[in-house]
């Protein structure tokens, strides 16, 4: 139980284009969907977090209308990067939470994406 | 600034001794702890939860909260190569707990030994 998938595994794109990725929970219904980004030897930074139906919540320091998140249902989260940049290029990995066990919440990750922008 | 300390490492420990791998956070109102195990180039996977004072285990691993001391460690019995991995504590943000928002510490790389 508590699989989370993420789409594509893997993008390459062109500088100035947008890149969409799909975050889905696939047997429970997320509560709450999370956005990080790691660049390379370094640590977990979280860039929003989403609730179904509302509007995301951003970290300081990043762009709300650079890095688009839509949360369409318990289920389904997306991510999109628009007009990327050389600089954008990262691992993006999602999260989903869900109270589950002794009904506290617990995030699972997806697999992540990596996103190399030319 | 709440925050998650752990040693950076590496950890070295040879093939089937037990690692010990230590985390501290600053704050007090946390209630929910978290091991993931993250290997190089991939997402972090869930190891361990832990939310009252003192050891859960599951298999090889045992997790331990101490929160009068605002500790959490996990320790890994005989550790096998394939544990070796960046460790990541995490606790949950007490002002966020409606969204099970979480800090992460900065990670332990674990390097086991054959």
């Known amino acids: 139980g508590a699989v989370v998938s993420q789409h594509p595994s893997w993008v390459i794109c062109k500088s100035g284009t947008s890149v969409k990725i799909e975050c889905r929970s696939l047997?429970?219904?997320?509560?709450?969907m999370f956005w990080y980004r790691q660049f390379p030897k370094q640590s977990l930074m979280l860039m929003a977090t989403?609730?179904?139906?509302?509007?995301?919540?951003?970290e300081q320091g990043v762009e709300k209308d650079k890095f688009l998140i839509n949360h369409a249902s318990l289920t389904l989260s997306t991510l999109t990067v628009t007009s990327a940049h050389p600089e954008d290029s990262s691992f993006y990995i999602c999260?989903?939470?869900?109270?589950?066990?002794?009904?506290?919440?617990?995030?699972?990750f997806g697999p992540g994406t990596r996103l190399t922008v030319l | 600034q709440k925050e998650v300390e752990q040693n950076s490492g590496p950890l070295s420990v040879p093939e089937g001794a037990i690692a010990s791998l230590n985390c501290t956070y600053s704050?007090?109102?946390?209630?929910?702890f978290f091991w993931y195990r993250q290997y190089s180039g991939k997402s972090p996977e869930l190891i361990m939860s832990?939310?009252?004072?003192g050891d859960k285990e599951d298999g090889r691993f045992t997790a331990q909260l101490n929160k009068a001391s605002q500790y959490v460690s996990l320790l890994i019995r005989d550790s096998q190569p394939s544990d070796s991995a960046t460790y990541l504590c995490?606790?949950?943000?007490?002002?966020?707990?409606?969204?099970?928002?979480?800090?992460f510490g900065q990670g332990t790389t674990l390097q086991v030994k054959p």
């Open positions: 999260s989903a939470s869900s109270r589950l066990g002794q009904g506290r919440d617990t995030q699972y």
């Open positions: 704050d007090r109102g946390s209630q929910s």
């Open positions: 989403s609730n179904e139906g509302s509007k995301a919540t951003y």
């Open positions: 047997d429970f219904q997320a509560t709450t």
């Open positions: 995490a606790v949950n943000d007490s002002g966020s707990s409606n969204t099970g928002k979480l800090i």
């Open positions: 832990i939310y009252s004072n």
